[in-house]
């Protein structure tokens, strides 16, 4: 991919907004001269898999955002398939943002911010902050609703598709843990704030909230299912071995009685007896009638 930076400044003030897809070591060096980046803040950027996070430096706020890929793969769970990471440094007079590759949501913003920020009156940083931060926090909806319609298709369905559901669980643990980190930028960043913008990190964090709901729904919902469907298997299976204890116990006296007559003893009574193997089948029938008279008692049957 080749590094696109955009540098979009404000008229009214020295902020300006940069954004960077694609960066390259150099890239971030250079910023890093330029605006006091810290390397280990850099290095955490580049990080493929890092999780979210919100830390304070001395001229600087570092944030990791993950929002949802909407060109992600309907069967994958891992988390650098599933999610794309955007990196926002915060500064007195700055917002420096890199990502892997064009970020939908970034996009849309650019050309947004492009309009906003030429008339925007006083300090956009803060805004233009939580506007990243919403848009990201905002991918995660559609996937959530989507999946949720998908568990109502599988409880519809006879064929249970269990590695279907087994890979949703895990999109959807790994939605619920990125969301609850996310949680704790808005609460570090609502604490950060001066008073007179909480009131904004609020709202957002009242979104995310309710976006952290529906997903611990979405959650409970599939151990739900997947425990429905083990226990109806458990049941099947269960059905399956009481029938075949029940024909085990109407042949098990009339095997002992074959297995009885069956001896090759020189001395047997019955073995000359006109009546002995009538005798045997009766004493058979009536050892096999006393089973399931016992059983309709037990009503086993």
Not at 85 to 111: C, M, P, Q
Request: proline share 4%; glycine share 2%.
């Amino acid at each position: 991919m080749i590094t696109q930076i955009t540098s979009i400044p404000s008229n009214q003030n020295q902020f300006k907004w940069i954004d960077i897809g694609d960066p390259t070591p150099e890239n971030l060096e250079n910023i890093s001269n330029e605006f006091g980046i810290h390397p280990l803040s850099l290095q955490d950027s580049l990080e493929p898999y890092h999780l979210p996070k919100y830390e304070r430096n001395e001229e600087y706020v570092f944030i990791i955002l993950r929002s949802v890929d909407p060109n992600r793969s309907k069967d994958t769970s891992d988390i650098n398939e599933l999610t794309r990471k955007v990196a926002i440094f915060l500064g007195k007079d700055f917002i420096i943002t890199t990502h892997h590759s064009d970020v939908t949501f970034i996009k849309n913003l650019r050309e947004k911010w492009t309009k906003k920020l030429s008339t925007y009156v006083g300090d956009p940083k803060l805004h233009l902050c939580l506007d990243i931060l919403n848009q990201g926090f905002n991918s995660f909806d559609q996937p959530i609703d989507e999946s949720l319609a998908l568990l109502n298709g599988f409880e519809q369905e006879s064929i249970i598709h269990l590695k279907k559901v087994y890979t949703l669980r895990k999109q959807s643990s790994t939605f619920n843990r990125l969301l609850r980190l996310s949680h704790d930028i808005c609460v570090k960043l609502n604490a950060d704030s001066d008073p007179s913008s909480r009131i904004y990190v609020q709202d957002l964090k009242d979104d995310l909230e309710n976006t952290i709901f529906f997903s611990e729904d979405l959650n409970e919902n599939i151990h739900n299912f997947i425990n429905l469907q083990l226990s109806l298997q458990s049941q099947k299976t269960n059905e399956t071995m009481r029938v075949m204890a029940i024909f085990s116990a109407f042949f098990m006296p009339i095997t002992f009685i074959v297995g009885l007559y069956g001896m090759n003893f020189k001395h047997m009574p019955e073995l000359e007896w006109q009546y002995g193997y009538l005798f045997s089948l009766i004493l058979m029938f009536c050892s096999s009638l006393a089973i399931y008279i016992w059983f309709k008692n037990k009503k086993w049957l």
